[in-house]
């Protein structure tokens, strides 16, 4: 039996990627960072019924130290970092901190490898966000960098450091530049889960307007479940490499909105408002992914539509709210 150990495991594509790894037929640990809210960070992965086959263990991207015991003490086969501060909106307020877990937490992880456990396969969660201000209409793995908040900044020199790992000490180290991928697992700030949230709040009479930022903004937009088998796969090459994950679709946050009132019989027009005190300082217009790459060489591609995942989403919120309402 393989062994695992996922960072970030109790997030949306750690969920995900536990759900799919246990089926695979892996012992599938996870890096929990200690907090006050201990008692509910497990939600997801009891969510999906797979609470109970996660070993849950202690740990921290930023302590060097807990990243080297748990590594000698469960020697996994493969490592996937998923963990970091992950909400672009909130890198601007905390920048440091956001540093120190998204880019020098995955420094702190590839040295505790190359220490411990040299001949592990490592993935690094890159991110479209990394791209930016866009050098070119679709974006593939040799699409230059144009980073536009402190999130992505951290996430590029936490991709870097992976390259040079690879190329320096031979490791199996590859990243995923994924762009935006979403479930009913995502977090509720998260833009395509606030709309989905307030779609159920409004179609149940909780709530009769939604506060947004920019709608015009752009997004390639999968579905999570596709994206962590992307994940997988690349860890199952006899060559590390760099995979754009995308499904070469790109949606303005107003069409997500139609989408999504539509889906309930709402015009998002009645509800929707745009509110300039949540826009980003610095915006990322556009992103359209190129997956040729990882079509061709992993023999991937997406298998959940825009408008099933924001079906399914509005469907699992609804049903959120009306569990509350008859609480």
Known sequence: MPTCLITGVTGQDGAYLSQLL??????????LRRSASSDVVGERLRWLGIIDDVELVDGNLVDLS???????????DEIYNLGAQSFVAAS????????????LGAANLLEAIRIVR????????????????????RQNEATPF????????????????????????????????LFNHESPLRGIEFVTRKVTDGVARIKLGLAKELALGNLEA???WGHARDYVRAMWLMLQQDKPDDYVVATGRTTTIREFCQLAFSYVGLDYRDHVVSRRDLLRPAEVDVLLGDASKARERLGWQP????????????????TRHRTRLRA
């Open 22 to 31: 246990l089926q695979q037929g892996y012992r599938v640990v996870g890096l």
């Open 66 to 76: 807990s990243l080297i015991r748990v590594l000698q003490t469960y020697q996994p």
């Open 92 to 103: 601007w307020n905390q920048p440091l901190l956001t540093g120190q877990v998204t880019g």
């Open 118 to 137: 040299p001949e592990a396969r490592y993935y690094q969660a890159s991110s479209s966000e990394m791209f930016g201000r866009v050098r070119e209409p």
């Open 146 to 177: 144009y980073p536009r908040s402190p999130y992505a900044i951290a996430k590029l020199y936490a991709h870097w450091m992976t390259v040079n790992h690879r190329e320096s000490f031979a490791m199996h180290a590859s990243s995923g530049i």
């Open 218 to 220: 752009q997004r390639d």
């Open 303 to 318: 298998t959940i539509t825009l408008e099933e995942m924001i079906t399914e989403m509005v469907e699992v919120d609804l």
